[in-house]
């Protein structure tokens, strides 16, 4: 299992557009050409490469990914905190920095260094040859073990967590887009009295280019 949340997140509206159907209709159905049907076509991957809210929400989606895998990062790097101590960093660290108040700031550090100097203690701890370890220092080598597999199964549920959290803000700005996208497409064939519109990579020529003012269109709402 990775230390990550699934990266493969990362893809889901970089192809968004991709899913559409390849030729959508004006009436935003399946087409069923009729005799005498004028023909368009989108390029929809600059569409996805232009679409300004498109943009938009793959630059959220990587800054959400990013902080979901610093999280993960957190708890792996500081075991030996507890689990609230663990809860109070997250709550604080996924505000803005700018936004913080010195106070959450100081905490965060008492809480950072402490991660880190509980970390070096233990790691020291286990350098130490068998016959020098006092009974309190096997005893809290074995609290430290326990401590590692409790968080370990922590992280496991919150890398669940994340990835659902992830495929959900995915898949809901998926759905937005691609209705945005057929509107669009509808508006500008409406506009030019085409009734069926296919995406560029499937037919290479099949009448008028919309691509242009379908990004237009996209980025003026």
Do not use: H
């Amino acid at each position: 299992m990775t230390n990550t949340v699934g990266s493969w997140r990362a893809l889901i509206l970089a192809t968004i557009l991709l899913c559409v159907v390849v030729a959508v209709a004006a009436t935003g159905q399946s087409p069923k050409p009729a005799a005498g049907a004028t023909f368009g076509t989108v390029d929809v991957q600059k569409v996805t490469r232009e679409y300004k809210a498109m943009q938009v929400a793959q630059t959220e989606l990587s800054a959400r990914q990013a902080k979901a895998n610093a999280r993960i990062q957190r708890w792996m790097n500081m075991p030996y905190l507890t689990e609230d101590e663990l809860k109070q960093l997250d709550a604080i660290e996924a505000k803005d920095p700018a936004t913080r108040t010195p106070e959450e700031t100081a905490k965060a550090k008492e809480l950072s260094d402490k991660g880190i100097r509980l970390t070096g203690e233990v790691a020291a701890l286990m350098q130490k040859p068998e016959k020098d370890l006092t009974d309190a220092d096997k005893q809290r080598l074995k609290d430290a073990e326990a401590a590692r597999s409790r968080v370990q199964q922590r992280i496991d549920q919150i890398r669940d967590e994340e990835d659902t959290a992830l495929r959900d803000f995915g898949m809901a700005n998926q759905d937005r887009l691609t209705q945005a996208f057929r509107a669009a497409v509808k508006r500008v064939a409406e506009k030019k009295s085409i009734s069926i519109v296919f995406d560029a990579q499937v037919a290479l020529y099949a009448g008028a280019d919309l691509t242009d003012e379908v990004i237009k269109d996209l980025n003026s709402k």
